[in-house]
Each structure stands twice: as structure tokens, then as C-alpha cells.
């Protein structure tokens, strides 16, 4: 069974940095794929970023490059940075993996199977 636990939320001011860390337990093949994804409310859930092991692949979302990135240490752990932040980016953060895929889809959320309890990250102005 695979495990996700994600930490490093917390309420901050709008500028400021946080990194974001995800602890996947029980990797097989079916978490191979790790993505980042946030969901505010009343709003669906959006991908931010994803990092396929197997073949060392990256994505994130145009709609946070320059200010987000995925990265990744030989511990197991998936981290989300996130710089300059903004009050639209308040929302809870969730960690997932799942199956290998292709960069291309690994912004789909229905491709992941396995999810962590998010993180709320409130960014005031």
C-alpha cells in the first residue's frame, strides 16, 4: 500500500516562500508518477506540477511556472517550491502518485490513484 504525507503549510505573507515536501511510503510501480496538485474552495482541483521517476521527467503548470518547481533527493521525497507568493494561491495543497506516464499526461488527475490529506497554505496580503 502506498503512503503519502505531505508537510510544510502555513500561513504566509503575500512575496514570501515556502517549500512544500511529500514522503511517498511502499513506492512501487503504481507511484511512479508524483504530482502536486491544489484545490481551493469552490473550485476544482489543479495540477501544479508532476515528476516521473522512471525516466527523471518534470512538469509544471504554465499557470505557476517561474514561480513554482518540483524537485526531488534520494530520500524518496517530492518537494513543491513555491516562491512569491500570492492570495490566490490560498488553498490546501495534496501530493499524489501514481501509475508511470507520459509527461504529457501526467497533468491529469484521474491518472493518479494514490493521495495524501493535503496541506492548507493561506497567503495574506
Known amino acids: 500500500q502506498v503512503g503519502l504525507v505531505e508537510s510544510g503549510g502555513g500561513s504566509v505573507r503575500a512575496g514570501d516562500s515556502l517549500r512544500l515536501a511529500c514522503t511517498t511510503s511502499g513506492r512501487t510501480f503504481e507511484s511512479d508518477t508524483n504530482g502536486w496538485f491544489r484545490q481551493a474552495p469552490g473550485k476544482e482541483r489543479e495540477f501544479l506540477a508532476a515528476?516521473?521517476?522512471?525516466?527523471?521527467?518534470q512538469a509544471v503548470a504554465n499557470s505557476v511556472k517561474g514561480r513554482f518547481a518540483i524537485s526531488t533527493d534520494r530520500s524518496n521525497t517530492v518537494y513543491l517550491q513555491m516562491m512569491n507568493l500570492k492570495p490566490e494561491d490560498t488553498a490546501v495543497y495534496y501530493c499524489?502518485?501514481?501509475?508511470?506516464?507520459?509527461?504529457?499526461?501526467?497533468?491529469?488527475?484521474?491518472?493518479?490513484?494514490?493521495w495524501g490529506r493535503g496541506t492548507q497554505v493561506t497567503v495574506s496580503s
Open positions: 499524489a502518485a501514481g501509475p508511470r506516464t507520459l509527461v504529457k499526461d501526467a497533468t491529469d488527475k484521474t491518472k493518479y490513484t494514490f
Open positions: 515528476h516521473i521517476w522512471a525516466y527523471g521527467t
